[in-house]
T-cell receptor, first 114, second 115 residues
Framework: DSGVTQTPKHLITATGQRVTLRCSPR?????VYWYQQSLDQGLQFLIQ???????AKGNILERFSAQQFPDLHSELNLSSLELGDSALYFC?????????????FGPGTRLTVT | GESVGLHLPTLSVQEGDNSIINCAYS??????FIWYKQESGKGPQFIID?????DKRQGQRVTVLLNKTVKHLSLQIAATQPGDSAVYFC??????????????FGTGTRLKVLA
């Protein structure tokens, strides 16, 4: 158990809908990272927050957004969902905001768009 | 559990043998590298890391080798066990022009341990 929690574990929704994925980092970690993992691909970095502020941006679509709250939990919002958005979404946390740091991954949320 | 990377390269190793998993990274400026293990239905799990000022680092049953000349990283697992069966990812940490850092993950290699 990494100490990172994600909810829900599974999510099935229809195209055009909007969903919110939730992540609670390990106790003491200030950074949260979001990743997308499609069936035949590795992990694609989406976005990072550090202590409530956006720190780095990766391949995140404009239909997607995220935020980190004062209690450090984070939410990833996915809107106007398309079939291609079906994937595993992982959250990871680390102590530092940038530079070399081990990331601890949550169990993931499996999103299925039908 | 979930299947990750149905078409990943696969390495099959006999139980008790040593495994070597290779990774080519993309950016010569990357200064930190990590190997992750991902079992079916689970999130990636940290195995070992190495900084660019080193060329070898050893952990428990695992060794990471870094060859900066050819931008190559390898993970060696000694005395491979059935519990080592998983998908293994390398990741490089690089600083962007904006001063931010991000991780780039490789596509992964599936390790199958044969009894």
């Amino acid at each position: 158990d990494s100490g990172v929690t994600q909810t829900p574990k599974h999510l099935i929704t229809a195209t055009g809908q909007r969903v919110t994925l939730r992540c609670s980092p390990r106790s003491g970690d200030l950074s949260v990272y979001w990743y997308q993992q499609s069936l035949d691909q590795g992990l694609q970095f989406l976005i990072q927050y550090y202590n409530g502020e956006e720190r780095a941006k990766g391949n995140i679509l404009e239909r997607f957004s995220a935020q980190q709250f004062p209690d450090l939990h984070s939410e990833l919002n996915l809107s106007s969902l398309e079939l291609g958005d079906s994937a595993l979404y992982f959250c990871a946390s680390s102590q530092v905001g940038q530079g070399a740091s081990e990331q601890y991954f949550g169990p993931g949320t499996r999103l299925t768009v039908t | 559990g979930e299947s990750v990377g149905l078409h990943l390269p696969t390495l099959s190793v006999q139980e008790g043998d040593n495994s070597i998993i290779n990774c080519a990274y993309s950016n010569s400026a990357s200064d930190y590298f990590i190997w992750y293990k991902q079992e079916s239905g689970k999130g990636p799990q940290f195995i070992i890391d190495i900084r660019s000022n080193m060329d070898k680092r050893q952990g428990q049953r695992v060794t990471v080798l870094l060859n900066k000349t050819v931008k190559h990283l390898s993970l060696q697992i000694a005395a491979t066990q059935p519990g080592d069966s998983a998908v293994y990812f390398c990741a490089e940490n690089m600083e962007e022009a904006s001063g931010t850092y991000k991780y780039i993950f490789g596509t992964g290699t599936r390790l199958k341990v044969l009894a």
